[in-house]
Structures are given as C-alpha cells and as structure tokens.
C-alpha cells in the first residue's frame, strides 16, 4: 500500500514514518520542513521525500497514492496563537481542500490526526465521549483541528473510507523530540534540572498516551475493516489514563531521585481540564489497537531515552525541541515569511 504521510518530519511523523516503513508500506512523506533539522537523534530519512507547504498541493502529490494519513499542522495551543488566522489556513482551509483533492483522484482511506484539545473546558467530572460529549475547543488550534474535523467526517462513502484519530497529549522518543508537551516536559524537566516546573496548579486533568501506540492507532485507519470506521472519530489514550497534571509530575519525580516538584504559577489556573473515555477504541478497534505503554513503563523509557541523547537544559529549553520556538526563530533568521512560508 502506498501511503502519504503528511507532517512526516515532525515530532509524530518521525516515529510513523519509520514504523511504516518497517511494517513494508510504501512511504511517501510531504512535509514543509520546519522542523526537518531539529533532530536529537540520528534517523533513516524516507526516500520519497516531498518538501512542500501544504496550501500547494496539488493533484500532482496525491495521485496514485492509496492512503493519506494526515499530520501536518499547526500542532499546539500556542502555536496556534502565533498567527490564528495562518491556524485556520493550515488545520482548516488547506487539511479540508487536501482531503478534496484525495477523494476526487481516487485515494482509498484518509486518516486525520484530531485531537483532544477539541473538547477545551469542560464542566463535568464525566469521561468525554466522542459524540455524545460537548466540544468547547478554546484556543485557535483547537477550533480549527474540530472544524476540519467535521468537514473531512461528512466526506465518508464507500471508495472514501475517513476516520479521525483524536490523541490525547503523546509522550515518548522521537528523533524530533518535543519537550513542549506535557509529560515529555516534566520528566526532561526533571533530568535536566534536578526541579519539575509545573505551570498551572497541577489540578487540571491532561490525558496522556505513549508516541508508539498512537502510530498503531493511526495504522489502524488503514487497516481496520470500513464497517468499523468509515465516518467515526475515536479518542486514542489508555484505560485509566486520565492523569492530573500533578499525578503526571509525580511520576516523573519518582524517575529523578532526588527532583524536587514546583508550582510556579506562570499560568495561574489552567481551565483545560478533561476527563476522556477510550471505550469506543478499546471496543471497536481491539484487534488492531492495543496499547503497551503507561505512565510507568512509558516513564522509564524516556529516562533511558534522555539518557542516551545526553539531553540538556539548554537543548530542554531550546528552540530544538519547543515548537514555537523554532517558528520564531526561523521568522528572526528570515527564513520564513510573516504566513510562515519558506524563503528557501
Ligand atoms: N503531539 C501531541 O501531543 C498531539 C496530540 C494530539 C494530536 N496531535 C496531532 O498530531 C499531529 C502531529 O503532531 P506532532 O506532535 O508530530 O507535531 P509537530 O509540530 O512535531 O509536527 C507537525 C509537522 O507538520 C508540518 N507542517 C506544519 N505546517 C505545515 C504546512 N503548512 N505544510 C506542510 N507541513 C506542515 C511541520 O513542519 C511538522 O513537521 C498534528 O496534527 C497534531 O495536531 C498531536
């Protein structure tokens, strides 16, 4: 099968990319590249690379392909605050007309990365079903992601077999690691520092899940029979995986001797707080999704991880592993525009 990974020299992309590579798929990765240097960890680039923004594509990348899995976006909250419109753009406008140009050439199965954060504030203690729940997303990231969401949901038929995958916050190595997401942040807190910096009060539930068992979630939408998924949306997380933040930075303390946890209150109350069912993934997709990791053995692996790349704080803090960082840094060094389009 020849699949096209978009958002493929990312922080997921990476580890997807070579998951499917290995598994014997066909791999194309099209990718506008911005974080295509920030490796902590050597890594056996596709062959059929692409380097291109997603608001060119045309028929041209897509045709004779049998599979998109779609990564590519502007992939956080604050991000996405960045520039909210140039948001709406990339993880609205140009991830609906990409799913357009699939179904009109003929592409089988799109697999979109969704996500969590479109269920934003939610007031009640209730695990968030997928359809039954109300979406509250708050920040830009998070209206675009649940807009296009819907849009590329309503294009199901029969030869356009859709699903969404809606991650709760991943952790684990990548060779693009990120360190601006939650449990990654607080454990290489942790092993860099001696100390966990925890911004909000750590009252706030953040539902995490391991990088691998989300790639054989994303792998299940091209594999897993239509009946079982054309049209659905399913949240990707573990039993029991509704961690407060607070329970998050204990675990991770409990991997540094010694580290000391501190509530710094840079964002004083965090009101992102939900609590996620998996039921309908558990059920549905049990022969194609079963997930390995937790906050204990996912936990140890990142240490070893950190370990072997020798993290440090500088590379922790950096633009290396912080998304937003690295955009401004490519704006400062005008190798971007202000529509965060290459120069190069
Ligand atoms: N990491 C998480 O915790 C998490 C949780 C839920 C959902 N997701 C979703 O998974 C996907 C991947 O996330 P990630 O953590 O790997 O993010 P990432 O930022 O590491 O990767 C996103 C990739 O998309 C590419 N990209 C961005 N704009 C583009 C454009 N206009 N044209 C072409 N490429 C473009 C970037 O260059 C980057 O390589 C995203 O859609 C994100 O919303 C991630």
């Known amino acids: ?5 978009t958002g493929n020299l990312g922080y997921i992309g990476s580890v997807l990319t070579e998951k ?3 598994d014997g798929y066909d791999v194309v990765g099209l990718d506008t590249g911005y974080f295509k240097d920030n490796l902590v960890k050597e890594t056996h680039e596709i062959k059929n690379q692409i380097l291109m923004d997603l608001r060119d594509v045309s028929e041209n990348e897509v045709d004779g392909i049998d599979a998109i899995i779609h990564l590519a976006s502007l992939s956080n909250d604050p991000l996405g605050e960045f520039n909210p419109n140039l ?3 990339v993880n609205n406008i140009y991830t609906v007309n990409l799913a357009e140009i699939a179904k009109k050439v003929g592409v089988k199965r799109f697999v979109y990365a969704s996500t969590q954060s479109i269920y934003g504030i939610s007031n009640t203690s209730q695990e968030l079903d997928e359809y039954e729940s109300i979406k509250n997303p708050v920040s830009a990231y998070a209206k675009t992601k649940w807009i296009s969401e819907q849009k590329i ?3 199901a038929s ?3 077999i859709v699903s969404a995958f809606r991650p709760a916050t991943v952790f684990g190595p990548s060779p693009r690691f990120r360190c601006d997401i939650v449990y990654n942040n607080l454990v290489s807190c942790a092993y860099t520092t001696g100390k966990i910096e925890i911004y909000s009060d750590g009252s706030p539930c953040r539902p995490i899940v391991h990088i691998q068992d989300v ?3 994303f792998i299940s939408g091209l594999i897993a029979p239509k009946e079982l998924l054309n049209g659905v949306a399913f949240n990707v997380g573990i039993m029991g995986g509704n961690y407060t933040v607070k329970q998050i930075a204990l675990a991770a303390q409990n991997r540094v001797k010694g580290s000391e946890l501190v509530f710094t209150g840079k964002y004083g109350k965090d009101e992102r707080t939900y609590k996620v069912s998996f039921k309908r993934i558990y059920k549905v997709l049990k022969d194609f999704y079963q997930p390995k990791w937790n906050l204990e053995n996912g936990g140890d692996q990142l240490i070893n991880f950190l370990k072997e790349i020798n993290l440090s704080e500088e590379i922790f803090r950096g633009e290396m592993t912080n998304r937003l960082k690295q955009l401004k840094l490519l704006s400062k060094n005008k190798l971007l525009d202000k529509n965060l389009r290459s120069y190069v």
């Open 158 to 160: 029969d030869d356009f």
């Open 1 to 5: 099968m020849k699949v096209l990974v």
């Open 87 to 89: 948001t709406d753009q």
């Open 215 to 217: 790639c054989e979630a």
């Open 153 to 155: 949901m309503s294009m």
């Open 20 to 22: 499917l590579s290995s």
